[in-house]
DNA sequence: ACTCGGATTCTCT
DNA sequence: GAGAATCCGAGTA
């Protein structure tokens, strides 16, 4: 892994639906006490802030998306469901609060502390391992109080998106997962085939 | 392969 | 007090 550079603030700062599918083969790197966990992006969902009524931020700010509100490349985390993270970026243009959801990553390093941290056994698929919004966020021990409002684009945060020079083969985009509304917009992005993807 | 429901708590009305 | 950008196991087939 040669030639890794953090992306930069200017990555962020455009459209969500822009930045989603730039995403994809990226480096997700979560710094933790002793160790690194890394991983890559393949599949994330773009919400529009104020021009998308699925979107945490459609109906203005709260305690909760306050960071959406806040400059670009910063990590939203909301709770949901009881027992479940989700892990966001937010993006531009400034005043739309728009944000990506990351919904996917392929384990690349650390597979040993994500696997306890899951609490399922190493071996088995990838995807059972970070193959979801929810498990990505266990497996890299991606918590509200710990990660919400981290600027992702600076050396020392613990959290950070890279660039490693991989190029994506193919992108497809489908309508995103889970929501009620606004579910036809084609706005989930994935990387064709992939086994880490979420869903069965 | 598919459908269904339980777990569990934060957030906003 | 309702509903939620989820996951997993059980049941049926």
Redesign the pocket.
């Given at each position: 892994m040669a030639d890794v550079s953090l992306l930069p603030r200017t990555f962020y700062e455009r459209e969500p639906s822009e930045v989603a599918p730039a995403l994809l083969g990226k480096l997700l790197i979560r710094k933790l006490r002793k160790k690194i966990l890394v991983g890559r992006i393949v599949e994330v969902?773009a919400?529009l802030g104020n021009a998308d009524p699925?979107?945490?931020a459609y109906?203005g700010m709260?305690?909760?998306?306050a960071v959406l509100f806040g400059p670009a490349g910063h990590a939203y985390v909301?709770?949901?469901?009881?027992?479940?993270y989700?892990l966001?970026f937010s993006c531009e243009p400034k005043g739309m609060a728009g944000?990506v959801?990351l919904r996917a990553i392929e384990p690349i390093s650390g597979l040993e502390e994500m696997a306890r941290l899951r609490r399922?056994p190493l071996k088995g698929a990838p995807g059972?391992l970070t193959g979801?919004?929810?498990?990505l966020c266990q497996a890299l021990d991606i918590t509200?109080s710990a990660i919400n409002g981290v600027d992702v684009t600076q050396p020392d945060s613990p959290l950070q998106v890279a660039d490693d020079g991989l190029d994506p083969r193919e992108i497809v985009a489908t309508p995103r997962?889970?929501?009620?509304k606004a579910a036809d917009l084609p706005l989930r992005f994935l990387l064709k085939g992939h086994h880490c993807v979420?869903g069965r």
């Open positions: 969902e919400y699925a979107a945490h109906a709260t305690a909760r998306n909301y709770f949901i469901y009881g027992m479940y989700c966001n944000c959801l399922v059972r979801g919004p929810g498990k509200r997962i889970g929501i009620r979420s």
